[in-house]
Nanobody, 125 residues
Framework: QVLLVESGGGLVQAGGSLRLSCAVSGRTIVGSAMGWFRQSPGKERESVASISSHGDEYYSDSAKGRFAVYRNHAWNTVDLQMNSLKPEDTAVYYC???????????????????WGQGTQVTVSS
C-alpha cells in the first residue's frame, strides 16, 4: 500500500516560516517527480512546487523566491520550506508523487498518481 503522509503544518504569523515534510512508504520516490499542491476553500487545487529525482525544480509564481522544495532519497521524503508566509498562503497542503519513470517536474495535478491526505497551514495577519 502506497502512503504519503504530510506533517509540519500549523498556525504561523505572517512573515514566519514553516517546513512541511512528506514521508512516502510502499514505493520509492526515486525516478518519480514529487510535487506540493495546496487548496483553500472554494478554490481549485493549485501547484506550489515540484522536483525531479535529479533536482530539477518548478515553482509557481506565488512560491518563487519564498519556498524551496527538497527531496531525500535515503529517507524517501520530500520537504517544502516556506518562508515569508502570507495570509494568502493559508490552505491545505498536499504532497503528491508521479508514477514510476515520470520524472519531469509538473504543476498539473492530473500528472500525479499518489496523494497524501494534506496538512493545514494557517497564516495569521
Amino acid at each position: 500500500q502506497v502512503l504519503l503522509v504530510e506533517s509540519g503544518g500549523g498556525l504561523v504569523q505572517a512573515g514566519g516560516s514553516l517546513r512541511l515534510s512528506c514521508a512516502v512508504s510502499g514505493r520509492t520516490i526515486v525516478g518519480s517527480a514529487m510535487g506540493w499542491f495546496r487548496q483553500s476553500p472554494g478554490k481549485e487545487r493549485e501547484s506550489v512546487a515540484s522536483i525531479s529525482s535529479h533536482g530539477d525544480e518548478y515553482y509557481s509564481d506565488s512560491a518563487k523566491g519564498r519556498f524551496a522544495v527538497y527531496r531525500n532519497h535515503a529517507w524517501n521524503t520530500v520537504d517544502l520550506q516556506m518562508n515569508s508566509l502570507k495570509p494568502e498562503d493559508t490552505a491545505v497542503y498536499y504532497c503528491a508523487a508521479r508514477g514510476p519513470g515520470r520524472d519531469a517536474p509538473s504543476g498539473r495535478p492530473s500528472d500525479y498518481v499518489d496523494w497524501g491526505q494534506g496538512t493545514q497551514v494557517t497564516v495569521s495577519s
